[in-house]
Every structure is written in structure tokens, then in C-alpha cells.
């Protein structure tokens, strides 16, 4: 495998900030290249908030462009408990799932591991939190013991776009930035800290979402007549997509919230605004 990736770099990567600065991130990337080319199952394993979907639906969206096979799973538990042996058994293994991607989100403990070795899954956990124990398998978080990278407090949809834009590197997709639109709405979510590469997502993110060609986030952006990207625009679009408890169970809606945010098709995008809105009248 090429090598020479590694040290590209482009200022159209939002003002370089390297990707592969961050701990592990070259062995996540020649797993998912590996996994990609050869058309292995990847599931992507993500949470129920609205940093999380923007995650999942912005990673989903740049291996479908890259022709994976993927699926994703929403966790409907708790994050802080991890994925246990019954979530590998009954939504990874059952899905047929080669490589497992984890956003914001770790295992329950070595157990789970070990099931994944003996079922043949390759691993990849994405995480940013203060952690004190190694460990044994593709782990990235900028707050792990031995990662350079300067930037700690990424949202979780933030650190996924760092996945994405070494993925990018790669591949040379020179439009990965189009994807800071959902980037975006995750981090204001989060209410990450204004300061270093958020302040730079933040303020990119706005001209993408603005111009955005998302069908999902343009749906909304014309059911709701925002034609500014101002705070209170975007507090607006965060709403919309929260995942809310009515007619149906928080995951169904957080499930169609996923489909609205991928669909590559501009009818169904807007029967899931509408649905979303009346969802939210009725409650």
C-alpha cells in the first residue's frame, strides 16, 4: 500500500490540520481502505443525539460515494455502558458486518473484544473523552495517552470528519468539505469551545450548510424559509432534527432522521421534513 498519503497535505483540508497527526489514525485508514476495496461489510455504530447522526449520516454518505458496503446501527442505551456481546450478536454479527466503525462510542469491556476476534470483526472506535487505559485495538481519541494532535475538544461529528478527511487524502476526493454542513450542526450541538479548529468547522461550516446540496438539510432549509445561516437558523435545524418521543419509539425517529440526512432523493426528503414537523405539532 501506498505510503506517500500520509504526508499530503492541502490547504483545502480546512487550513491543514492533519488528520493522521491523530494517534492511530494510519491503521484505521489502511483497515477501511482494505475493507472498502474489497467490498467487506462495514457497519457504522453510532448514538441517538443530533452529534451523533450528523456523524453517522456524514461518514455513511462518503463511503456510499466510494461504493462500501455499509449499514449503520443506532445504540439504544446508554453510550456511557458500551456495546455489549448481545449488541455485536444480535445487530454486528447479524448484519454480516466485516468492519465495525464506533462513533462515540467503545466496547463494555475486553469481552466484547474477544468476541469480536473470534467472529472475524476488525475494529475501529472513535471516541473523545479522557481515558487512562490502553488499548488493544484501533483506538482514536486526541485525549489517549501518547496523541500529538493539538486539538482536543472535537465533537464526536467533528473528530468523524478527521476520519473522513484522512479517508479523502487517500482516495483524493477534493470535495470533502461539502460534508462540513452536517459537521457543522453536530458541533453547534455539542456546544464545543469557539477557540482553534472548532472556531474554523464553525465558521467554514456555515458557507457549506448555506449553499448546501444535501437534500435532507435543503428540505428543511426551504419547509422553514431560512435563507441565512445565522444562530438562531441553525438553532432551528438542530430542532428539527432532534430525535423526539411521540408516535413512535426515540430510535424509529432517530432512524428517519438518519434517512432524511442521506437520501439522495429530493421527493423523500421532503415527505420526511413534512412528517418531522407534524411529529412535532402533535406532541
Not at 482536543?152 to 470535495?175: D, E, P, R, V
Amino acid at each position: 500500500m501506498r505510503k506517500f498519503w500520509e504526508s499530503i497535505y492541502s490547504p483545502n483540508y480546512i487550513t491543514g490540520y492533519n488528520p493522521f497527526i491523530l494517534k492511530n489514525m494510519n491503521k484505521a485508514i489502511e483497515h477501511m481502505v482494505e475493507a472498502i476495496n474489497n467490498r467487506k461489510k462495514i457497519v457504522i455504530y453510532g448514538i441517538p443525539n443530533v452529534d451523533g447522526l450528523c456523524a453517522i449520516a456524514s461518514l455513511s454518505l462518503v463511503l456510499k460515494y466510494l461504493n462500501a458496503d455499509i449499514e449503520y446501527i443506532i445504540h439504544d442505551e446508554d453510550s456511557s455502558l458500551g456495546i455489549t456481546s448481545e449488541d455485536i450478536i444480535d445487530n454486528v454479527s447479524f448484519l454480516g458486518g466485516q468492519l465495525l466503525i464506533t462513533l462515540g462510542i467503545d466496547l463494555s469491556s475486553e469481552k466484547e473484544e474477544k468476541l469480536c476476534r473470534d467472529l472475524g470483526i476488525d475494529l475501529i472506535v472513535l471516541e473523545n473523552k479522557e481515558v487512562n487505559v490502553e488499548r488493544n485495538y484501533i483506538y482514536i481519541n486526541p485525549n489517549q495517552k501518547g496523541c500529538q494532535y493539538r486539538y482536543k475538544n472535537l465533537s464526536i461529528s467533528g473528530l468523524t470528519f478527521k476520519l473522513m478527511q484522512a479517508i479523502a487524502i487517500y482516495y483524493n476526493i477534493k470535495s470533502i468539505n461539502k460534508y462540513l454542513d452536517l459537521i457543522l450542526i453536530g458541533e453547534q450541538w455539542a456546544e464545543v469551545p469557539l477557540k482553534g479548529e472548532n472556531g474554523v468547522i464553525l465558521k467554514e461550516g456555515r458557507k457549506f450548510l448555506i449553499n448546501t446540496n444535501n437534500y435532507g438539510l435543503r428540505a428543511v432549509m426551504d419547509h422553514y424559509n431560512i435563507v441565512e445561516m445565522d444562530e438562531e437558523c441553525i438553532l432551528k435545524i438542530i430542532e428539527v432534527i432532534t430525535p423526539t418521543i411521540n408516535v413512535v419509539r426515540m430510535m424509529d425517529n432517530a432512524r428517519i432522521i438518519i434517512e432524511l440526512l442521506t437520501t439522495n432523493k429530493k421527493d423523500r426528503a421532503e415527505q420526511i421534513t413534512k412528517y418531522l414537523n407534524k411529529s412535532r405539532i402533535t406532541i
